[in-house]
Structure formats: C-alpha cells, structure tokens
C-alpha cells in the first residue's frame, strides 16, 4: 500500500519519508510513492481482505495526521505486530475496534 499524494510524503520536520522507518511505520518507496506498513509478510491469511488492509491504511492516514500535528511518531498512535505468525490474528471486530479506538484518541 502507497501514499500516492503528495510525493513525496514529508513528515512533521519536513524531511522525505523515503527510507524504511519502523517508528514511522514506512517500507521507503515505490515509484516515488511512500510505501506504509498493514501487514507483516509472515502475517498474511486468507482472512485479510481488502477491506482489512484498506481500514489499516485509513487507520496509518489518521495516525500520520497526528504526527503532522503533534510531532510524535506514528508509533506512539500504531501498535507494531509481532513477528510469531504462529500467534492468531486478530478478529475484524478487534481491528474495527482499534480503528475507533484510535479514531477517539486522535480527535481528543
């Protein structure tokens, strides 16, 4: 998943975000578009659905909106996923969850 608009995407300082950043939740770029984490490789199942990697890219817009105003990496407003894919996954009733969640920190 890219951010297609605005290339490139800058962050809070105004520097590219064009690198790999694990607080800031980016894989670098593709054709000039900043690539966002949704999914760890090893995390993938048949359960993720484009809507699922769809809600996780709003939920990274809201949270890169909160870094623009606050200066705080997105990390403090994401959660990382872990890296044991042996770990069940969460339910679409959690990630919804999550998305409200958030949704109410970031409009506090």
């Known amino acids: 998943m890219v951010v297609a608009s605005p290339t490139p995407l800058r962050d809070a300082r105004g520097n590219a975000m064009d690198e790999a950043s694990v607080s800031m939740h980016v894989l670098g770029t593709r054709d000039g578009a900043t690539k966002i984490c949704h999914f760890r490789p090893s995390r993938w199942v048949p359960q993720n659905t484009l809507y699922l990697v ?8 809201e949270a890169y909106d909160a870094h623009t105003r606050t200066g705080k990496p997105l990390e403090r407003y994401l959660r990382h996923m872990t890296e044991d894919p042996g770990q069940p996954g969460r339910s679409y009733d959690e990630e919804e969850s999550n998305f409200l969640r958030i949704m109410r920190l970031l409009l506090s």
């Open 54 to 61: 769809a809600l996780k890219g709003r939920i990274w817009l």
